[in-house]
T-cell receptor, first 111, second 112 residues
Framework: DTAVSQTPKYLVTQMGNDKSIKCEQN?????MYWYKQDSKKFLKIMFS???????INETVPNRFSPKSPDKAHLNLHINSLELGDSAVYFC??????????FGPGTRLTVL | AQSVTQPDIHITVSEGASLELRCNYS??????LFWYVQSPGQGLQLLLK??????LVQGIKGFEAEFKRSQSSFNLRKPSVHWSDAAEYFC??????????FGQGTTLQVKP
């Protein structure tokens, strides 16, 4: 069974469009994250949710809106996509000692 | 401020040779330390972690890391590298804040 899954794996879209990425974990963890990995492979935290509540928001533009319908799911919706949003987005689920388990990533390309 | 530095952006080793990837951190409290590996087009996989206790920790795929508080380091080692170890390696520091801070990554290339 996949511990942390994301859909879609690839997303190609035009500037100005709105898109969503879904994430699910079956590890029973309370805390989930979204990270952005840029073209230089640098990983930056975007959001964190604990049991459906937002606990970390790292100065991400408000075009990005996470939503957690339950503690096993954390989705990311992006409005008015810009070229600079092109990146790989990773969802992660946090274990007891801050270790994080990552999903396979969603490669977003904005044309 | 919390930070992680991986001084080596790119390392090339021959297959069968030993490997050491460096990681230095800055953290105000007792750190939790991690090494992750990312193969091309894949997500990050946890190799090993340190929370407390024995400063030499063993991980998956034959990797180990040693926590040296006096040097603020957590270097990753492997005695004999395999071609399949070629990947991007990330060191990360965290703690009770719940946030992980990642280093810039080290690209490992393995020569046949």
């Amino acid at each position: 069974d996949t511990a942390v899954s994301q859909t879609p794996k690839y997303l190609v879209t035009q500037m100005g469009n709105d898109k969503s990425i879904k994430c699910e974990q079956n590890l029973g963890h309370d805390t989930m994250y979204w990270y952005k990995q840029d073209s230089k492979k640098f990983l930056k935290i975007m959001f964190s949710y604990n049991n459906k509540e937002l606990i970390i928001n790292e100065t991400v533009p408000n075009r990005f809106s996470p939503k957690s319908p339950d503690k096993a799911h954390l989705n990311l919706h992006i409005n008015s996509l810009e070229l600079g949003d092109s990146a790989v987005y990773f969802c992660a689920s946090e274990g007891r000692y801050n270790e994080q388990f990552f999903g396979p990533g969603t490669r977003l390309t904005v044309l | 401020a919390q930070s992680v530095t991986q001084p080596d952006i790119h390392i090339t080793v021959s297959e069968g040779a030993s490997l050491e990837l460096r990681c230095n951190y800055s953290y105000g409290a007792t750190p939790y330390l991690f090494w992750y590996v990312q193969s091309p087009g894949q997500g990050l996989q946890l190799l090993l972690k340190y929370f407390s206790g024995d400063t030499l920790v063993q991980g998956i795929k034959g990797f180990e890391a040693e926590f040296k508080r006096s040097q603020s380091s957590f270097n990753l080692r492997k005695p004999s590298v395999h071609w399949s170890d070629a990947a991007e390696y990330f060191c990360a520091v965290g703690g009770n804040t719940g946030k992980l801070i990642f280093g810039q990554g080290t690209t490992l290339q393995v020569k046949p």
